[in-house]
RNA sequence: CGGGGCGUAGCGUAGCUUGGUAGCGCGCUUGGUUCGGGACCAAGAGGUCGUGGGUUCAAAUCCCACCGCCCCGACCA
């Protein structure tokens, strides 16, 4: 490609609209313009590197043997309604009508499509194991549109569906996906951790996520470097320092004035430590009140909660729905004698002695509270967030907490969908079985961006050669077509293209500094600067992105360009 | 959905408090001089000041409503 042929619009100035680095990037190199909250557009460059990025998704899937197939993104509601998700992801659902005024949804994600085909389909436990994927686009109502490419309205993922005959094969298939993932963001040039995962609305057996850490990330993850036990926060499970468990007597009320917060009895004249408190926060969990107890420098995990409480349907108690249940507002709550409404306790708790708690009175508090004793606890779990520097569940070091990038999801599934939508088959004995599924996605722009958000300096982007839109970037400093320079910049343009070298040819008549500066923004791997003082003396400039200038002999430039390539 | 911020030329912005018919930098066009790290000189083009309403002799500026964008949060009593 010539440069002057391209569409490249480069940015000097950073738009107002971008916070995070690979958000200005994607802007200034002129990959991407928005078009409205949400919505990009993807220019010649962000086509080429996103291309890249889905070729090695394919190339990676294919290897570990799925099917590539292309599903409608337009999808009836009624396949929706028969697995049940129709209510549970109207939250991100896009609806269109059509001329009958009939109601169709735009798809955030194929379950429900692949498992009416498979329901078809699949009549005979041979046909297994089975796993199909696409590259397709995808449509997500987020309540926050984020930081560009990184969370839109429309995006495009990879998504896979493994279909298997029994546990064990669908572990497998599993297994399959996760190793490919491995190779897909290592091949893209990411470093990336496989987290243990919350499931979500998926509703599957378990799940890992593959984190990109970045501070732009919307995700924490909890890992330990001694035993590299690594989690979602939302699933992290760590130990606690351990409770007091000598009891100090029965409970004793006293006065509270204007004590709203656990951090208020931590201060003299009350002087109570902050893990020597119960807190105790009220839930409505499907309409009705329930009390959740923690140790008072402790959080609430709720993606533990939903678990606990076998439902996704719950929410913070409002303040009059508090005072309706405990008699008390917000400040001064306790479970101790409350007998009517189900207690779910931290399993942190479990023995603790002598803490304080709120009164359900106004302005008063109990202390020398022992848990079992005062408390009639109806369920105890692990319910609360893990937190830097507590102890790893499995050997004890402390862990690390660190924002990061979710780029790659893989869940077992188990027979939701192939129950719901009859994907069944008949087995060696003659059984009618539901089809064992796991699924699997990839945000291919999200991954795209991500890339950029870890690979990047003060100049520009530095794209791997894997994903890069062009790997040699050919820039004479002076253009006219006579001259030495130029012509042998159209040489090695030549002989690099004849090689199926992907090279851009900066024949723009601009000055070098531009020039330069443009090829580092955009962040071409290599680049090859000829100009007339240095080829005066036989040579051209051979500068990796993010290395050194290496002054090489013209005669060998195409050579040491393809052994770059290849070697990197 | 709640909170905060912002909306002025393609991009970045000043002007708004204290109302008087819009300015700067980048980019763009033309000519000239330059030419190894985002050149310089000169002359230009480009604006419904987000939209609608109100106040006023007069509104980018004050008031009301709406729309859009960005950020934080969606919980911790």
């Given at each position: 490609m010539r440069w002057s042929q391209a569409f490249i619009p480069t940015l000097k100035e950073t738009p107002a609209e971008a916070e995070i680095i690979s958000h200005k990037l994607l802007l200034r190199a002129g990959l991407a313009r928005k078009l409205t909250g949400g919505l990009y557009t993807f220019l010649p460059l962000g086509v080429r590197a996103l291309r890249k990025v889905e070729q090695i998704v394919r190339e990676e899937m294919n290897r570990a043997g799925a099917l590539e197939v292309l599903m409608p993104a337009l999808q009836p509601p009624e396949i929706w309604q028969q697995s049940g998700r129709y209510e549970s992801a109207q939250g991100v659902l896009f609806k269109a009508r059509d001329h009958a005024k009939k109601e169709w949804v735009l798809g955030p994600t194929h379950e429900e499509v692949i498992t009416t085909l498979m329901a078809g389909e699949l009549s005979s436990y041979r046909q297994l194991p089975k796993n199909f994927y696409q590259i397709q686009t995808k449509f997500r109502d987020e309540i926050r549109p984020r930081f560009g490419l990184m969370r839109a309205k429309e995006f495009v993922m990879k998504d896979a569906y493994s279909f298997d005959t029994t546990d064990d094969a669908a572990l497998a298939s599993y297994k399959k996906m996760y190793d490919a993932y491995a190779r897909i963001f290592q091949r893209c040039g990411l470093k990336t951790m496989a987290v243990e995962a919350d499931t979500g609305i998926m509703a599957g057996k378990f799940s890992h996520e593959f984190m990109v850490p970045a501070e732009a990330g919307e995700n924490e993850v909890a890992w330990c470097e001694q035993c590299h036990y690594a989690a979602n926060v939302e699933k992290a499970g760590s130990r606690a320092t351990p409770c007091e468990t000598i009891s100090g007597g029965q409970p004793e009320k006293f006065a509270t004035p204007n004590v709203a917060t656990i951090d208020d009895l931590t201060r003299p004249p009350f002087n109570t430590p902050a893990a020597r408190q119960i807190k105790t926060l009220v839930y409505i969990a499907e309409g009705k009140p329930v009390l959740i107890l923690l140790r008072g420098d402790h959080q609430l995990n709720e993606a533990k909660l939903t678990v606990a409480l076998g439902t996704a349907t719950f929410r913070p108690a409002e303040a009059q729905e508090i005072v309706a249940a405990l008699g008390a507002r917000p400040g001064s709550l306790g479970a101790v004698g409350v007998k009517e409404l189900p207690v779910y306790a931290d399993e942190t708790l479990r023995g603790a002695a002598n803490m304080t708690t709120g009164a359900n009175e106004d302005g008063r508090h109990l202390r020398q509270v022992d848990l079992e004793r005062d408390i009639a606890v109806k369920h105890w779990g692990d319910l609360r967030l893990a937190q830097a520097g507590e102890p790893c569940l499995k050997c004890g070091q402390p862990l690390l907490i660190r924002r990061a990038i979710e780029v790659g999801h893989v869940f077992k599934l188990g027979t939701k969908f192939s129950e719901a939508l009859h994907a069944l088959f008949l087995d060696e004995s003659g059984q009618k079985r539901p089809a064992i599924m796991g699924c699997y996605g990839i945000g291919v722009t999200r991954t795209l961006q991500a890339v950029i958000e870890q690979c990047n300096d003060k100049d520009g982007i530095i794209w791997p050669l894997s994903v890069a839109p062009y790997t040699v970037c050919l820039t004479p400093l002076s253009v006219a077509p006579e001259g030495a320079v130029m012509k042998l910049a159209e040489k090695l343009y030549a002989d690099l293209s004849a090689r199926g070298v992907e090279v851009i040819l900066?024949?723009?008549?601009?000055?070098p500094g531009v020039k330069f500066k443009d090829s580092e923004l955009i962040g071409f791997p290599i680049r090859v600067g000829i100009g007339e003082k240095s080829l005066a003396k036989g040579e051209v400039e051979l500068k990796t992105r993010g290395g050194a200038m290496e002054p090489i002999k013209a005669d060998e430039a195409l050579q040491k360009v393809l052994e770059k390539l290849s070697v990197k």
């Open positions: 900066d024949d723009r008549d601009e000055r």
